[in-house]
């Protein structure tokens, strides 16, 4: 993934794009593969486009240990794509604006924190299918299960 939010480019290899469309199925085994450092910052952007509510959390903890990673490119793009993930999955304008990728500079030193107390406040309430928001965003990567709902 490179790029500002409104020029991604996710790299997705063959096996990512046959994930995509199986949707909420592909969840439980991709949440199971998020403690691989190695692949985790692939894994979020999948569950970004499969997850709901039940990947949410797991994300935010993902992201936190990412933050006292040593490597630098690691933990960047661990942050970057649990950005991108969580907001495409919930909608929220917790780092950017979700209807343009537009970045608000929110938390710039603490993303995980950012969307942490979001969650602890949202959480209880929270489900993907209630959203009512538009999906159709412009400059935004609306991708997997999420593509072109409104």
């Known amino acids: 993934m490179i790029g500002i939010p409104m020029e991604w480019d996710f ?3 063959e ?3 046959a ?3 199986i949707g909420t199925a592909a969840q439980q085994p991709l949440l199971k593969k998020l403690s691989d450092p190695e692949i985790a ?3 979020i952007i999948l569950l970004g486009g499969v997850g709901d509510e039940e990947s949410v959390g797991p994300i935010i903890h993902a992201m936190k ?3 006292s990673a040593p490597q630098a490119n690691r933990r960047g793009k661990i942050i970057s794509a649990g950005n991108l993930a969580l907001t495409n999955i919930t909608v929220a304008d917790v780092i950017w604006h979700h209807g ?3 970045p608000m500079n929110r938390c710039p030193d603490d993303p995980a924190g950012c969307w942490s107390k979001w969650w602890r406040q949202n959480q209880a309430s929270f489900h ?3 959203l009512t928001e538009s999906r159709n965003y412009v400059n935004y990567p609306n991708y997997g299960m999420y593509r072109g709902l409104p």
Do not use: R, W
Request: glycine letters at 10%.
């Open 128 to 130: 993907v299918e209630t």
């Open 41 to 43: 910052d692939q894994v």
């Open 65 to 67: 240990l990412a933050s």
């Open 15 to 17: 096996p990512m794009k």
């Open 11 to 13: 790299h997705f290899t």
């Open 19 to 21: 994930l995509l469309p």
């Open 100 to 102: 343009g990728g537009i």
